[in-house]
C-alpha cells in the first residue's frame, strides 16, 4: 500500500504557484520523497525527489518540512501543460539495487486559463 | 536517449482470448518493471525483473499473467484467458542504480 496521503484534486490558475501537498508520516529515515506526474495517455514522468534539504530543479522545487512527516511540491508558474496527475512515492535509495516505485491515487491538478 | 518502447499502443480483444505485450528498456538499464493501471487508480506493480531474473511476481495473477525477459533486455506479458477486468493500460519501466525509472508510453488494453 501507499505510505503516502494526498488530496484527491487541485486547481490552480494559469501564471500562478500550485502547491502540492503530500503527508507520509510513517516515513523511515532511509526512505527519499519522489515525485512523479502522468499527463493523460503516457506514463509516468519522474519530477524530483529529495531526503530532508529542499531540491529545486528545473521542472520544482519540493520542500520538505524538518520532521520529514509532510512534503509540498511547488511548480511556480503553472501553465496548461502541466495539468497531470501527481503521485508523491516514498521510496528506500540504495546501492543495493532498484526498490519499486509503489503509486498511490495521487492528486489531479486541473490549471486554468 | 531513447525512451522505453512499448507495442501495441492500444489492444481490443474478447474476453478468453490471449493477448501479449512488448517492451524494450532502455539500453543497459538492468531493472525492468511492469505495472497495471486500471481507470482512475495509479500504477500497481505485476513484476520485477533484475536482468533476466525475477525479482518480485509477488501481484501478478499467475493462474492468467505471465512474462519473460529473455538475455535480459526485452520483455513479453501475456494474459490468456483474459478477464473483462483485465482492461487496462499495461506500463513498462526500466532503471539502473542510481538512475530514476523511465516508463514507456503503454498498451491501453479493453477487454469485451
Known amino acids: 500500500d501507499a505510505k503516502t496521503t494526498q488530496p484527491t484534486s487541485m486547481d490552480c490558475a494559469e501564471g500562478r504557484a500550485a502547491n502540492l501537498p503530500c503527508n507520509h508520516s510513517t516515513i523511515s529515515g532511509n526512505e527519499y520523497v519522489y515525485w512523479y506526474r502522468q499527463i493523460h495517455s503516457q506514463g509516468p514522468q519522474y519530477i524530483i525527489h529529495g531526503l530532508k534539504n529542499n531540491e529545486t530543479n528545473e521542472m520544482a522545487s519540493l520542500i520538505i518540512t524538518e520532521d520529514r512527516k509532510s512534503s509540498t511540491l511547488i511548480l511556480p508558474h503553472a501553465t496548461l501543460r502541466d495539468t497531470a496527475v501527481y503521485y508523491c512515492?516514498?521510496?528506500?535509495?540504495?546501492?543495493?539495487?532498484?526498490?519499486?516505485?509503489?503509486f498511490g491515487k495521487g492528486t489531479r491538478l486541473s490549471v486554468i486559463a | 536517449e531513447a525512451g522505453v518502447a512499448q507495442s501495441p499502443r492500444y489492444k481490443i480483444i474478447e474476453k478468453r482470448q490471449s493477448v501479449a505485450f512488448w517492451c524494450n528498456p532502455i539500453?543497459?538499464?538492468?531493472?525492468l518493471y511492469w505495472y497495471q493501471q486500471i481507470l482512475g487508480q495509479g500504477p500497481k506493480l505485476l513484476i520485477q525483473?533484475?536482468?533476466?531474473?525475477?525479482?518480485?511476481d509477488s501481484q501478478l495473477p499467475k493462474d492468467r499473467f505471465s512474462a519473460e525477459r529473455l538475455k535480459g533486455v526485452d520483455s513479453t506479458l501475456k494474459i490468456q484467458p483474459a478477464k473483462l477486468e483485465d482492461s487496462a493500460v499495461y506500463l513498462c519501466a526500466s532503471s539502473s542504480t542510481g538512475i530514476g525509472y523511465t516508463f514507456g508510453s503503454g498498451t491501453r488494453l479493453t477487454v469485451v
Open positions: 539500453s543497459g538499464h538492468a531493472t
Open positions: 512515492i516514498v521510496r528506500v535509495y540504495g546501492t543495493g539495487g532498484n526498490t519499486p516505485l509503489v
Open positions: 525483473f533484475q536482468n533476466n531474473g525475477v525479482v518480485d
